[in-house]
């Protein structure tokens, strides 16, 4: 049965998703084809469906598992995913060669990701040191500063600190905009790396309960 053809812009993933599900449906037997099995898995984990995840991993027969090492890769995300750890969601993402049909549910994925670990960090903290906020948004510092920037962030040179900004509708402070090396210390006391991840970990696993 073939997989769903995935045009290369502007598609729609919800569309993909009933598509493999019904392919899985029809399939002979019940059984559908590994690519159909690796795309919906990996679209179940794109739209945050962890309980549709768990269920289609365990319902997939071991030969099929055993015979495409992809499907494992995915579910391996989705364990991270599960786990609430962040970066260890786009180290998995970015350990992996996936097919053409895989790759781009992937790597909407790990934008995804991305921007809800932005949005969770302003939400959790009034401060954050870089390095830890690079790791959590899975972006080398530079990159990761320049993110800060654009969302209107400020960012201390010297402290290496990071003062995230709760968005204001219609506000638009183009001033912040800019690296500032600031004279006033951090408004939080830094926390050892394992600790700060750790703590927005639970953050999550808060606002999720």
Not at 24 to 42: C, K, M, R
Request: net charge negative; hydrophobic share 45%; glycine share 6%.
């Amino acid at each position: 049965m073939p997989v769903a053809v995935m045009a290369e812009s502007a598609f729609s993933f919800k569309k993909l998703l009933d598509q493999c599900e019904n392919q899985e449906l029809e399939a002979p037997g019940g059984i559908a084809t590994a690519p159909v099995y690796g795309q919906l898995l990996a679209l179940y984990l794109l739209h945050n469906d962890m309980n549709n995840a768990r269920y289609l991993w365990k319902r997939i027969p071991p030969a099929i598992k055993s015979a495409n090492s992809e499907l494992g890769g995915i579910w391996s995300v989705g364990q991270r995913i599960w786990q609430r750890d962040f970066p260890g969601i786009y180290t998995t993402i970015g350990a992996h060669q996936w097919s053409e049909t895989v790759q781009p549910i992937m790597a909407a994925l790990r934008d995804a990701t991305r921007g809800r670990a932005f949005a969770l960090v302003s939400q959790a903290y009034t401060s954050i040191i870089v390095d830890d906020f690079a790791a959590f948004v899975g972006l080398p510092v530079e990159e990761a500063v320049k993110g800060i920037l654009e969302q209107g962030w400020q960012a201390d040179s010297t402290t290496r600190m990071v003062m995230p900004k709760k968005p204001v509708a219609g506000a638009a402070d183009v001033s912040s905009n800019r690296f500032i090396p600031l004279s006033e210390p951090a408004p939080v006391p830094p926390i050892p790396n394992e600790q700060q991840l750790a703590r927005l970990t639970d953050y999550v696993a808060f606002l999720e309960n």
